[in-house]
C-alpha cells in the first residue's frame, strides 16, 4: 500500500491544516515500479488535477 499526498501544495507552503490535506491511497507492484510513484490526481481545494507523488508511512 501507497500513500500520495499532493506535491503542489508542499511546494507552494500551504497550510494544510486550515485546507485539508489531499491524500490517496492506492496499491502499486514494487517490481514493476521501484521508483515513487507519482500520479494526476484531484485536488479539491484547488479545484484542479495536480501530482500527488508517493510519501513514507
Same mark, same amino acid.
Given at each position: #500500500?501507497v500513500i !500520495?499526498?499532493c506535491? *503542489?501544495?508542499?511546494l &507552494?507552503?500551504? /497550510? /494544510?491544516v486550515s #485546507?485539508? $490535506? *489531499? %491524500?490517496y491511497i492506492?496499491?502499486? &507492484? %514494487?517490481? &514493476?515500479?521501484? &521508483?515513487? !510513484?507519482? !500520479? %494526476?490526481k484531484?485536488?479539491?481545494?484547488?479545484f /484542479?488535477?495536480? $501530482?500527488h507523488g508517493?510519501? /513514507?508511512k
Amino acid at each position: #500500500m501507497v500513500i !500520495l499526498e499532493c506535491t *503542489s501544495c508542499i511546494l &507552494n507552503g500551504v /497550510k /494544510k491544516v486550515s #485546507m485539508g $490535506i *489531499s %491524500r490517496y491511497i492506492t496499491q502499486k &507492484n %514494487r517490481h &514493476n515500479t521501484p &521508483n515513487q !510513484l507519482q !500520479l %494526476r490526481k484531484f485536488y479539491p481545494y484547488c479545484f /484542479k488535477h495536480t $501530482i500527488h507523488g508517493e510519501i /513514507k508511512k
